[in-house]
């Protein structure tokens, strides 16, 4: 049973850069076939989709996020990370590391979800 | 990006009775659409793709329709565990964006 478990400081001051890995378990990162992805969930509001890797190192991000969004991954560790530069209260939000399947394009595991609150 | 909208934002239904929830891509998708359930406090669990294919362990009476502009998600019997927040999401266009939601409640 693969499981995702997300961590990383639930509080980051504004202007500073928000940090999260997301540990995969149950399965290797390196199996290709699937796409490792970030996506997060305004308190109270939809979901949105940051961004993903493949174990090879290939990115894509969402446009409205791609200045300041930078996804890796570490295969050794089974890991990928998430940076987000010069955040704002806006970026509030429950994140969220899913595994994206290739075959149909969605997403059929997720980690638990972590809340990261911006605030000073 | 596709906006993806769903309705109606809140569906009131009795237990038992069937569920129908719509979601409209701003333009097509062809049948490259998902549906999630999400209850309180947890991630989203897939239920379908490819607009009508339900995903595994996913109980029969969950179903999918449509391509194009308008799909819909029906609940054929309403259990007490289906009252929970549903979502669409494109797989057709990056980014895969999401729609709104719909929350479904016990009426």
């Known amino acids: 049973q693969v499981q995702l478990q997300e961590s990383g400081p639930g509080l980051v001051k504004p202007s500073q850069t928000l940090s999260l890995t997301c540990t995969v378990s149950?399965?290797?990162?390196?199996?290709?076939?699937?796409?490792w992805s970030w996506i997060r969930q305004h308190p109270g509001k939809g979901l949105e989709w940051i961004g993903y890797?493949?174990?090879?190192?290939?990115?894509y991000y969402n446009p409205s996020l791609k200045s300041r969004v930078t996804i890796s991954v570490d295969t050794s560790k089974n890991q990928f990370s998430l940076k987000l530069s010069s955040v704002t209260a806006a970026d509030t939000a429950v994140y969220y590391c899913?595994?994206?399947?290739?075959?149909?394009?969605?997403?059929?595991?997720w980690g638990q979800g972590t809340l990261v609150t911006v605030s000073s | 990006e596709i906006v993806m909208t769903q309705s109606p934002a809140t569906l009131s239904v009795s237990p038992g009775e069937r569920a129908t929830l719509s979601c409209r891509p701003s333009?097509?998708?062809?049948?490259?659409l998902a549906w999630y359930q999400q209850k309180p406090g947890q991630a989203p669990r897939l239920l379908i793709y490819?607009?009508?294919t339900r995903a595994t362990g996913i109980p029969a009476r969950f179903s999918g329709s449509g391509s194009g502009t308008e799909f819909t998600l029906t609940i054929s019997s309403l259990q007490s565990e289906d009252f929970a927040v549903y979502y669409c999401?494109?797989?057709?266009?990056?980014?895969?964006?999401f729609g709104g939601g719909t929350k479904v409640e016990i009426k």
């Open positions: 149950g399965g290797s990162i390196s199996s290709g076939g699937y796409y």
């Open positions: 490819a607009a009508s």
């Open positions: 333009q097509s998708v062809s049948s490259n």
């Open positions: 999401q494109q797989n057709d266009n990056w980014p895969h964006t």
């Open positions: 890797i493949y174990y090879s190192g290939s990115t």
């Open positions: 899913a595994r994206g399947r290739m075959t149909t394009i969605t997403f059929d595991y």
